[in-house]
T-cell receptor, first 109, second 115 residues
Framework: DAKTTQPNSMESNEEEPVHLPCNHSTISGTDYIHWYRQLPSQGPEYVIHGLTSNVNNRMASLAIAEDRKSSTLILHRATLRDAAVYYCILRDPGYALNFGKGTSLLVTP | EAEVAQSPRYKITEKSQAVAFWCDPISGHATLYWYRQILGQGPELLVQFQDESVVDDSQLPKDRFSAERLKGVDSTLKIQPAELGDSAMYLC?????????????FGEGSRLTVL
């Protein structure tokens, strides 16, 4: 399985933008880049995914490097409710998600 | 909004006892997953079902763990006998599509403590 590398933790101020980086230098051509997050005491929830082009949805934006070896999840305006562990996952279609340790995001008022 | 239902939410058991977890996926979701999450780590896949068939159980410790999805709807994960190292959160997830990049929906999990 192609692996991802994420910082263990990051900190942000409330109402500021947050850029969560992910490196995946061994990504294959069929791997989609998925982001999930896990709030305390809850199961993971889907955030966003993409293949080659940048993607936007109501929760976040995903910026994918041209060579696809890295990506960045962008939360445009962090709130206290965004404090969670964020997982960057490479997924071959049809296969299950393989989670790493993720990035623990702390949001301070 | 439809959710993945899991029970029990919490289970405390003694070493060598049997324990079972139940999952009811979102209606119409063909694919069901069981994950185990040890505190401080990301979820680890145990087993993946497509309808009633096992697609991947390569990470399931088959000497003590079993999983079934008899009618292709709800599913049960059993541990017998439980060991101290089995203390973890057991998460169930489902997705609508068999293949593709469909979103996984997770339940709230069942937290197991083995004494």
């Amino acid at each position: 399985d192609a692996k991802t590398t994420q910082p263990n933790s990051m900190e942000s101020n409330e109402e500021e933008p947050v850029h969560l980086p992910c490196n995946h230098s061994t990504i294959s051509g069929t791997d989609y880049i998925h982001w999930y997050r896990q709030l305390p005491s809850q199961g993971p929830e889907y955030v966003i995914h993409g293949l080659t082009s940048n993607v936007n949805n109501r929760m976040a934006s995903l910026a994918i490097a041209e060579d696809r070896k890295s990506s960045t999840l962008i939360l445009h305006r962090a709130t206290l409710r965004d404090a969670a562990v964020y997982y960057c996952i490479l997924r071959d279609p049809g296969y299950a998600l393989n989670f790493g340790k993720g990035t623990s995001l702390l949001v301070t008022p | 909004e439809a959710e993945v239902a899991q029970s029990p939410r919490y289970k405390i058991t003694e070493k060598s006892q049997a324990v079972a977890f139940w999952c009811d996926p979102i209606s119409g979701h063909a694919t069901l997953y069981w994950y185990r999450q040890i505190l401080g780590q990301g979820p680890e896949l145990l087993v993946q079902f497509q309808d009633e068939s096992v697609v991947d159980d390569s990470q399931l410790p088959k000497d003590r763990f079993s999983a079934e999805r008899l009618k292709g709807v709800d599913s049960t994960l059993k541990i017998q006998p439980a060991e101290l190292g089995d203390s973890a959160m057991y998460l169930c997830a489902s997705s609508r599509l068999a293949g593709g990049t469909g979103e996984l929906f997770f339940g709230e999990g069942s937290r197991l403590t083995v004494l």
